[in-house]
């Protein structure tokens, strides 16, 4: 594992250059690495193993989901079954359904899960909640995890641009010996940047905690808060948006993403730097609070708790929509359809 400094602190990571491809294919090359649902993750993992010489299959239900796979080049009785035969043909089984629907599934897994078989996750969930999931694999399985940082979509458009987004792994159960090399040939094979290491525990919390804090949660939050504030001030919404969050996607953040905040602020006026030193700890401070509020249900197991009852009732999926369709039918969203509808590269 290469050492690197993180500002301060060194962490040993899995590098593309100590773990090339070539090796992370001999390594499974024995294996049949079964996709278990074609959702987000599935479509973007199962493809990039699949362009990168591995030997996959992906299992999958009849319906939609199926017609997709179909059409990203699937072969029904080939490289695509339905879920049974896929369980029972892999020797890693890629468990891909979201994390609610894994506790349905669980019983039918674990029927295929035969000694020297690996289960494979992308998040701590299932079993670091087992008493509340029913998850507990059996001992003679290897268990581990990748956990790509970021949607399967980006995984794959990242993988097709010749990118790679990072990855967490972490071994829960190692029966074989060598879980652990199979875990890093599997991080790898799914076009993982580099590889950082975890436990389950503590990826399910972070990832929790990410999501709904600066990731998705927080970042609406302070978008609808300061687009309000804008707007009850009498500014227009092609103001209001493009000083919340047009000007943030397509300008400042390429810029953080390429080279720190410091360097965002540094090719902003000095009017705007002052402004921003000022205000990001008030910031701060204000958000703390919700934050640690956030930390402290996720470590009680209260946003698990919520996310398996409410996504297990029939009709989670319709509810979701629902939800969602509040916030594309916001002034803030409508006003955002418009604004990239006149993007230049649009037409
Ligand atoms: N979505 C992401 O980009 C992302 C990122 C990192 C980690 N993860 C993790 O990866 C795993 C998969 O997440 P996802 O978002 O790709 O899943 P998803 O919600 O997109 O669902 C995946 C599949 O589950 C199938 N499914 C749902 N209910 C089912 C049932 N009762 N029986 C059989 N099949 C059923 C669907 O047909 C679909 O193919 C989860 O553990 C998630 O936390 C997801
Ligand atoms: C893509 C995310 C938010 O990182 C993932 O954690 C998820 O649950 O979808
Ligand atoms: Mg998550
Ligand atoms: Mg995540």
Not at 17 to 32: G, I, N, S, T
Not at 99 to 111: G, H, N, S
Not at 171 to 196: E, N, P, T
């Amino acid at each position: 594992m290469a050492k690197i400094n993180f500002g301060g602190v060194e962490e040993e990571v899995v590098t593309r250059e100590e773990f090339p491809l070539e090796k992370a294919r001999e390594f499974l090359k024995d294996e049949v690495i079964a996709v278990i649902g074609y959702g987000v993750q599935g479509p973007g993992q199962s493809l990039n193993m699949r362009d990168n010489g591995f030997n996959v299959i992906v299992g999958q239900r009849k319906g939609k989901t199926y017609d997709k796979a179909v059409r990203d080049g699937w072969v029904p009785g080939e490289t695509l079954f339905e879920i049974e035969e896929a369980l029972e043909k892999g020797t890693i089984i890629c468990f891909l359904l979201s994390d609610a629907a894994q506790i349905e599934l669980w019983p039918t897994v674990k029927k295929y899960l035969t000694a020297g078989k690996a289960l494979y996750f992308s998040h701590g969930f299932g079993v670091t909640y087992k008493d509340q999931t029913g998850i507990i694999p059996p001992d003679d399985v290897d268990v581990f995890l990748v956990a790509p940082k970021g949607s399967g979509t980006s995984l794959r458009r990242m993988f097709v641009e010749g990118k790679g987004l990072n990855s967490s792994f972490a071994i829960y159960q190692d029966a074989s010996g060598k879980a652990r090399q199979r875990a890093i040939a599997m991080g790898i094979g799914v076009g993982s940047g580099y590889l950082f290491e975890t436990n389950f525990y503590k990826e399910v919390t972070s990832d929790l905690t990410g999501e709904r804090g600066t990731l998705m949660g927080a970042i609406q939050g302070i978008f609808a808060a300061q687009y309000d504030v804008l707007r009850a001030n009498g500014h227009s919404p092609s103001e209001a948006f493009n000083e919340t969050v047009e000007e943030l996607t397509q300008s400042l953040m390429p810029l953080v993403a390429e080279n720190g905040m410091d360097w965002m602020y540094a090719n902003c006026s000095t009017t705007a730097q002052r402004g921003a030193l000022d205000w990001w700890k008030p910031f701060r401070d204000a958000t703390k609070p919700v934050f640690e509020q956030l930390y402290n249900s996720v470590k009680a197991g209260e946003q698990a708790n919520i996310s398996i009852t409410r996504n297990s009732q029939s009709d989670y999926r319709e509810k979701l929509e629902e939800e969602l369709k509040e916030l594309r039918e916001s002034e803030m969203w409508r006003a955002g359809t418009a604004v990239r509808s006149l993007r230049p590269e649009r037409n």
